[in-house]
């Protein structure tokens, strides 16, 4: 009963102001969907859309741009007027920024007193471990994210006012400059950037704003008061050597899977077009979105290695989501020091406490038992459907990435449901998680050990 009364009365008065009596992710989920519903009635209302949208699919757009993940069932560029296309743009900045940013200002500005607890959970969101003003943290967030993203519109308006004009050519680069940032891969185009695949500069703005914006506030910041790699924080080391690693892979593997393959790098004439394909190809699945090459025309090994990057994601406190990078790397330190018979997972001299090796598992097994249930209904509710799309779709919607074998607007109205669903739990609930773990009670009484086998 008490915790429905905190919903009923979200505040309470306290001698220094009102403080929210919520959890960080009951506000996270009740924020983020309050943000669908309205971004939902905003596309559904009249002077929105070229034609009449059925709720469901303003219902899955306005959730797929709140998450920044990029799955569609109408073409953007078609099916919205210009309005509408901005609902997407500001729909896809609050969510990459982070609703809890955006809370954390709104709540400030209205002078409410967020709990010492929940300052903490924002500047945990931010990056920032020092503990400062979350009103500095805010804005140092938000500056950062206007001037990369004035950046990128501004590269890649060189390429397309000539081609378009000025006016819509300025859109299609601030659009695409805000959606790569926030890593949600929405397009003003109907076949993504398939269009711009032997366009260095378009595929080079695009990648560097996707890959910035999921390396996270956090690490930048690091580089940018330190310089130094002796003198960088372990999680930054960890973050830009696992990302030079996987990008790399990735590359190297799609390069061998795909060149013979006539309806991708292998239908290119010149190697510098290739190169430059297998490039986006490979770093677009950290929960970016777009595509250069046709996804659905991808050999299953490739497909199988896409699912996979889209299962990681990228760098914690980003605009990127699945189980993140740093999650992945963690797993992978602790199956070496299990394998050496080494107490505790080591990384750059240090070891890697438990609490947070539990917190990884936890966040890898959650991520996996989601896509697997998500997967199971989808298989029930689409039997028409080829199993590898469908657990391509699943996997996309939760990592928040937005690739798509073709099947999305053909999924019936409770898979359109059941993929916004996954959507929304894969952009909150690895947050939710490590919450509950940070914050867990220890009880004073201790049980004796059991022994259970494993393996």
Request: proline share 4%; glycine share 8%.
């Amino acid at each position: 009963m008490r915790r429905w009364q905190r919903f009923r009365r979200p505040l309470r008065r306290a001698p220094h102001g009102s403080v929210i009596r919520l959890s960080p992710p009951e506000l996270l989920l009740i924020g983020f969907s309050l943000l669908c519903a309205l971004g939902a009635l905003a596309l559904w209302l009249p002077g929105s859309a070229t034609r009449p949208l059925a709720w469901h699919e303003a219902l899955f757009t306005a959730t797929s741009a709140v998450t920044v993940t990029g799955l569609s069932v109408i073409d953007v560029g078609q099916d919205l007027t210009f309005v509408g296309q901005l609902v997407i743009m500001v729909l896809i900045q609050i969510g990459g920024l982070g609703f809890m940013t955006f809370a954390a200002l709104t709540v400030l500005l209205l002078g409410v007193r967020l709990p010492l607890n929940q300052q903490n959970l924002v500047r945990e969101a931010l990056g920032e471990i020092a503990f400062s003003d979350v009103r500095h943290l805010v804005k140092l967030v938000m500056a950062f994210a206007l001037i990369v993203e004035s950046l990128g519109t501004l590269l890649m308006a060189l390429q397309w006012i000539p081609e378009f004009g000025v006016k819509a050519g300025l859109w299609h680069a601030l659009f695409h400059a805000v959606s790569a940032f926030n890593n949600a891969g929405f397009s003003t185009f109907a076949n993504s950037l398939m269009a711009e695949v032997d366009d260095p500069l378009i595929n080079i703005t695009v990648s560097a704003l996707f890959i910035v914006g999921g390396l996270g506030f956090m690490i930048v910041n690091d580089l940018y008061r330190r310089r130094r790699w002796s003198r960088l924080m372990m999680q930054t080391k960890v973050v830009l050597l696992a990302t030079f690693w996987l990008n790399g892979v990735a590359m190297a593997l799609l390069l061998a899977l795909e060149w013979h393959n006539p309806d991708t790098l292998g239908g290119m004439a010149h190697m510098s077009d290739r190169l430059q394909a297998a490039w986006f190809q490979a770093v677009t699945p950290r929960t970016a979105g777009f595509n250069t090459l046709d996804t659905s025309a991808l050999t299953d090994p490739t497909t199988l290695l896409t699912m996979l990057l889209m299962f990681i994601g990228a760098g914690s406190s980003s605009t990127a989501s699945g189980i993140k990078i740093t999650t992945f790397v963690v797993l992978l330190l602790t199956a070496r020091a299990f394998y050496r018979s080494t107490e505790h997972p080591t990384a750059f001299g240090r070891a890697i406490p438990q609490e947070t090796v539990i917190k990884a598992i936890t966040v890898a097994l959650a991520g996996v038992l989601l896509v697997f249930l998500a997967l199971f209904g989808l298989t029930i509710t689409e039997r028409d459907e080829a199993f590898l799309d469908l657990a391509f779709e699943t996997v996309s919607a939760f990592g928040t990435v937005g690739l798509s074998r073709g099947i999305t607007s053909d999924l019936s109205l409770p898979g359109q449901l059941l993929l916004g669903i996954t959507m929304l739990l894969g952009r909150v609930g690895p947050l939710s998680v490590g919450y509950f773990l940070a914050t867990r009670q220890h009880r004073g009484v201790r049980y004796a050990k059991g022994e259970i086998q494993i393996g």
